[in-house]
């Protein structure tokens, strides 16, 4: 959510390819003006995935990234999720199209009405949450380099597609993603800002749920993480706690390190209507902290 300054880039990945050229740069100064008058519309936020520009290396990292994460969510996803994956046709074999009959959206649009949509990187916060708000995923199409197959500090269509997306053909999550940009794109108040980052930091990026009594990895920090999955399933290290939305909203997290404290789910709807009520509150003007 935090904005794109034009600067950072991927080692080793066709950002000039993919997204430096003129459409890339009108596309990001358009978020970047997101909210102000004249600038409300999503449609001048995305770009075209230039599905060409990616190399034969490109095309490996997503292929070794699947394998070695695939095999490990087999046992320790959400049935949600892996459901999800089959349904919008995720494959090993080539990097995920955005666009045309091959794409995964041709089968998330039929499922749930959510688009993945090819963005030339981050995004303002107001710009994130119309997206969102309209049941459109904003989605990196780079992806990162062979040396860099561990750990980026910036997403990439890994994480975003792969650790994302295959949630959002599930009909409760998605309820509740597009509640959650509702909500966030209605609120100017900086406490109620800081609080729902708080909440999609633990559910959505890190978030852990209790399926047949075992709990299982859905957040897509988790998901699309060899190393934070593990750590947060297998560690003595990690706080694992019931999920509850004033907890998780007055929760603070930190980035540059394995997550010491995840919240677990009992169900979907229990985030669902969890979020409903924080969206009726806000839109009521029901917004005190805490009410």
Known sequence: ???????????????????????????????????????????????????????????????????????????????????????????????????????INTYLKRLTGWQSCAVPGYLPAKAFFACLARREFPTTVVIRPKESLDYLPEPDIFHDVFGHVPLHADPVFADFLQTYGRAASTTNDDSHVERLARLFWFTVEFGLIREGGTIKLYGSGLISSPGESRHALESKDVERRPFDLETVCATSFEIDHYQPILYVLESFDQLRDAMNTYALRLLNGNVAVGA
């Open 1 to 103: 959510m935090a904005q794109h300054d034009g600067k950072q880039k991927f080692a080793g990945s066709l950002n000039s390819a993919m997204i430096d050229g003129p459409e890339g740069v009108a596309a990001q100064q358009y978020a970047n003006r997101f909210g102000e008058p004249g600038y409300c519309d999503t449609a001048h936020i995305y770009v075209a995935q230039h599905y060409e520009g990616y190399s034969a290396e490109n095309q490996e990292c997503w292929q070794t990234l699947y394998d070695r994460q695939m095999a490990y969510l087999e046992a320790c996803a959400s049935e949600v999720y892996l459901s999800g994956a089959r349904s919008i046709r995720l494959v090993r074999d080539h990097i995920p199209y955005l666009e045309g009959p091959q794409s």
